[in-house]
């Protein structure tokens, strides 16, 4: 597609429960970011790969998090036993490549809330 | 501790005039600065960015300028207008001195609304 595209575009699951969020970078992008934005608050860092490993993962709010990047293109992050805290909007994003101060372009985002 | 600083919440200014907004950071190696523009519901949308090695970028209605010594970006919008109005979120980044991730560090956005 022209964008990058995140699903699902809303997820509501009860405490406790695991999600599982889902992104397609733009075709071709070799890096790609998976932000969180709380309420009222400016986007936060979670986690960059740059293919399929993850060199960055200083972001992670806890081990409950991770995620993981296949070929090179999809990047699936999923959070276990989930927290009424992790309520947010969950974004990722692309870029062309890492070290040449390319634009990284955003997807709608994933909103979550837990019951 | 925040890096990024956009201390105006909220912005209103008339339609035809000039839009300023400002950004603040504390970080010295911040090298490459972007603006985003966000509608409700949807993902931030990338508008202009500079680096560090310049004082200034012009893209249509849109510059950026930034003062290294004072660790200060503004954007300017000339002329304003309503479709502007949305959050404008300023973001920094360290590039290689991350480590190579560039990942963005984003300010708490400032809401603008330009009115007819």
């Known amino acids: 597609g022209a964008g990058v595209s995140q699903s699902p575009s809303n997820k509501v699951t009860e405490k406790g429960k695991d999600v599982e969020l889902r992104c397609d970078p733009i075709s071709g992008h070799t890096a790609l970011y998976w932000y969180r934005q709380s309420l009222g608050q400016g986007l936060e860092f979670l986690i960059y790969f740059q293919g399929n490993s993850a060199p960055d993962k200083s972001g992670l709010p806890s081990d409950r998090f991770s995620a993981e990047r296949t070929g090179g293109s999809v990047s699936t992050l999923t959070i276990q036993r989930t927290q009424q805290e992790d309520s947010a909007v969950y974004l990722c994003?692309?870029?062309?490549?890492?070290?040449?101060?390319?634009?990284?372009?955003f997807g709608d985002g994933t909103r979550l809330s837990i019951l | 501790d925040q890096q990024v600083k956009q201390n105006s919440p909220s912005l209103s200014v008339q339609e035809g005039r000039i839009s300023i907004l400002n950004c603040d950071y504390t970080?010295?190696?911040?090298?490459?600065f972007l603006w985003y523009k966000k509608y409700p519901a949807e993902g931030p949308t990338f508008l202009i960015s500079?680096?560090?090695?310049?004082d200034k970028n012009e893209d249509g209605r849109f510059t950026v300028f930034l003062n290294k010594s004072a660790k200060h970006l503004s954007l300017h919008i000339v002329p304003s207008q309503p479709g502007d109005s949305a959050v404008y979120f300023c973001?920094?980044?360290?590039?290689?001195?991350?480590?190579?991730?560039?990942?963005?560090?984003f300010g708490k956005g400032t809401k603008l609304t330009v009115n007819p």
């Open positions: 994003a692309s870029s062309l490549r890492p070290g040449s101060n390319q634009p990284q372009h």
């Open positions: 973001a920094a980044s360290a590039g290689h001195a991350q480590g190579g991730s560039e990942k963005l560090v």
């Open positions: 970080n010295s190696m911040f090298d490459y």
């Open positions: 500079i680096s560090s090695i310049k």
